[in-house]
């Protein structure tokens, strides 16, 4: 007699475009032994660089291509699905991270569906400085919402860019419109681990009441940039700052003129800019790339590049001019 073999647990992260999901993801990696976990991170562009981050931290990701996986739920997402559920030996459980614009709750329907998965915690990130103009917005407040609404555990992250107050404030106001919910204040994402890997068993609830919304691709557009010049510091601090105001986020890869062995991982966010030296298992390439991704109207992509190419090295630039400053920054959260 043959017996079924057990279901894995799927453990969801999610959460709007910069809230600290990759965070998240690699203070789990950090802090207990996942090399029995299959993990899986989405990105909504084409350079899928939370997948990069997390490999840098030692953690071996299997990459969700196509964009945003809830929008091609029965392709991408299926597809690695059944490779991680025939590999040997099996893995203890998958460790999920989808898009910035994802509904989860589409995602966790495929847990549901198939015997071979058992439905984990879906947690739910929200940058407590941001989330309430995020809602208001009427471009992307639905995917918000969304989000919110299938969450079984929600963390207010960046909880240091808040007073205490407004923290309670924000605790109470989320109750009372997406009712009571476990949620937990962090700063940098960083939780209990058990928090995140809690028992499926008290998470089987029904998250699919969100009806149909608009394909994300109708809202959200994404740009890449990709070159092999190295960057001046202060320059691409300004480009940034001056392209805040069109896009959502900004993560990517870089060198710099004056440290050119080193990659920096940059990050734009609502919450500001950052700029941190990459983890010693960076890979070694002078390309530098940058993802880009906003909401409504797609920018003419000139207005795009023009700035990011005037940020750039040219060989006749005099290294001694060059000085590291720029716009105030926030740490990588």
């Known amino acids: 007699m043959v017996h079924p073999r057990p279901a894995i647990p799927l453990t969801i992260v999610a959460g709007y475009l910069g809230s600290g999901k990759t965070s998240l993801l690699n203070h789990v990696i950090a802090r207990c032994d996942t090399s029995r976990f299959a993990i899986l991170v989405n990105d ?23 964009g945003c996986i809830c929008c091609s739920i029965g392709n991408s997402l299926t597809s690695t699905l059944l490779n991680v559920l025939r590999r040997e030996p099996r893995p203890e459980r998958i460790l999920l991270e989808s898009s910035g614009v994802a509904d989860p709750a589409r995602i966790a329907d495929i847990a549901r569906l198939s015997p071979s998965l058992l439905p984990g915690r879906v947690v739910v990130l929200v940058d407590s400085a941001q989330v309430r103009v995020r809602l208001a917005d009427t471009l992307v407040g639905e995917t918000v919402r969304k989000q919110i609404d299938a969450a079984d555990l929600l ?33 940098h994402a960083r939780i ?59 993560k990517g890869f870089v060198r710099f003129r004056d440290a050119p062995e080193r990659t920096m991982i940059v990050q734009l966010t609502g919450s500001g800019l950052s700029i941190a030296e990459a983890p010693q ?49 926030v740490n990588d959260r």
């Open 44 to 66: 909504f562009g084409k350079l899928n660089i939370d997948a990069e981050l997390v490999e840098m931290q030692g953690g071996r990701a299997y990459r969700l291509e196509s």
């Open 155 to 187: 963390i207010l992250n960046k909880a240091d860019l808040v007073t205490g107050d407004d923290l309670a404030n924000l605790s109470d106001w989320l109750r009372l419109r997406f009712g009571e919910r476990p949620h937990l204040a962090a700063r």
């Open 192 to 250: 209990p681990v058990a928090d995140v890997l809690a028992d499926p068993a008290a998470t089987l609830q029904g998250h699919s009441e969100a009806g149909l919304s608009k394909q994300h691709s109708e809202v959200f557009w994404s740009w890449s940039y990709e070159g092999d010049r190295l960057f001046r510091r202060r320059d691409l601090e300004a480009a940034l700052t001056e392209l805040a105001p069109l896009v959502e986020r900004a």
């Open 281 to 329: 298992r960076a890979p070694e390439e002078t390309k530098c790339r940058i993802e880009f991704v906003g909401a409504g109207k797609k920018p003419d992509e000139t207005a795009l590049r023009r700035p990011i190419e005037r940020a750039r090295d040219v060989p006749s630039f005099d290294t001694e001019t060059v000085r590291c400053g720029g716009v105030p920054s």
